[in-house]
């Protein structure tokens, strides 16, 4: 019989610690009281980063967030002994260099919002996280926006290929430094917003206040630009504060825990005002290369945080909207190319949730 050890499992879908044990067979076997929870190939196990006397591994072929942590030194050299491609992973790849400059960097991070405080702290920390952390809270929040909402995708022929052409254009005006999925709800909250990772969601109840596709395409440039601008794990990391900045300094981000704050975190927290300007900045640069102008964006918040200022989840609630704010976006009123998608188009996505 193979020699069994002792291990924490997570299988990626239920926020939940298990004790399981670990066989060396023909596959890395993860068992839970004698019944076996799953069976990893060792040729998809890989290594991600954990504190030093942990071996966090995940398999390329089970569920993005399922991961095992391993204590037990004998139990780690067995997993280096029958796993061949334990670092070769293209999500985590990086030097011993890079590691350390990240955790120079975040303890630098502590310091400043012991002096400065967390705002401070999350504007020089979450341009240092890695793209695979951001891409995990992403995806649990999804779950949970989900969950919450209720929703369902919004999709037919015509309205599912006049999305795709917005977003295309979009992001090739925009330079964006991840490539975005942008989706239609069937949820009535007005609300457009976006989740790391590049997941970005208008509600079928903003489509239907909409009164322009420009007012609808200034909406997805600026939710674009709070990607660009990682301002949800700015978010994230203000809202958690210490506690949350130790888990990223020590890795402990990898664990269902911090991940699920932080999806709570998205679903509840606005963002500040400096990042909505920040965000508006962002999409008026990218409708101008368009040639489309930022003015309906301004009209459409307008319409809608007058109308609903106690929603949940409101514009209002996720993008507060200042006179300044109305002021620079109302000065960029001229268009000078076609609209992005025709007559035809535009009614096909703005009715694409009926």
């Known amino acids: 019989m193979n020699e069994k050890f002792e291990a924490i499992y997570f299988d990626g879908v239920v926020n939940k610690k298990r004790r399981v044990s670990l066989a060396f ?38 569920a993005q967030l399922a991961h095992l942590d391993i204590r037990d030194g004998d139990a ?38 012991v002096w400065f405080g967390v705002p401070f702290a999350a504007d020089r920390l979450a341009p240092l996280v890695p793209i695979s952390w951001e891409n ?11 969950q919450m909402f209720d929703g369902k995708n919004c999709t037919t022929p015509k309205g599912s ?10 992001q090739d005006a925009s330079g964006l430094r991840v490539t975005a999925t942008i989706e239609a709800l069937s949820e009535k909250t007005p609300n457009a917003f976006a989740l790391p990772g590049g997941k970005v969601f208008v509600l079928a109840g903003l489509l239907e206040k909409a009164q322009s596709q420009d007012e609808i395409l200034g909406v997805l440039a600026h939710e674009l630009g709070h990607l660009q601008n990682r301002d949800h794990l700015r978010r994230i990391i203000a809202d958690g504060g210490t506690a949350y900045l ?39 640069q990218t409708l101008a290369r368009l040639g489309r102008p930022a003015k309906p964006m301004g009209e459409l918040l307008l319409r809608v945080t007058g109308k ?27 268009a000078t190319a076609d609209p992005v998608l025709t ?10 949730c009926d």
Request: proline share 3%.
């Open 246 to 284: 130790f888990g990223l300094l020590f890795g402990d981000v990898a664990g269902g825990g911090a991940v699920v704050f932080a999806g709570k975190t998205l679903l509840n927290a606005a963002n500040s005002r400096e990042a909505e300007a920040r965000a508006d900045a962002f999409a008026a």
């Open 161 to 170: 290929a006049a999305l795709a052409k917005l977003s295309k254009r979009l």
């Open 136 to 146: 995990r809270i992403g995806e649990v929040a999804e779950r949970q926006m989900r």
């Open 76 to 113: 780690q050299r067995e997993v280096e002994r029958h796993c061949p491609k334990l670092a070769d992973d293209a999500a985590h790849e990086g030097s011993t260099l890079k590691i350390v400059t990240w955790s120079l960097a975040a303890t630098a991070s502590i310091v400043g919002l």
């Open 25 to 62: 067979g023909p596959t890395l076997e993860i068992c839970e009281d004698g019944a076996a929870l799953s069976a990893w190939s060792y040729t998809d196990v890989r290594r991600i980063p954990a504190p030093a006397d942990l071996m966090r591994l995940r398999s390329i072929s089970a």
């Open 308 to 334: 609903e200022k106690d929603g949940f989840l409101t514009i209002l609630h996720d993008h507060p909207l200042s006179e300044d704010r109305l002021a620079k976006l109302s000065a960029a009123d001229k």
């Open 343 to 352: 007559d035809d188009e535009w009614k096909a996505l703005k009715t694409i």
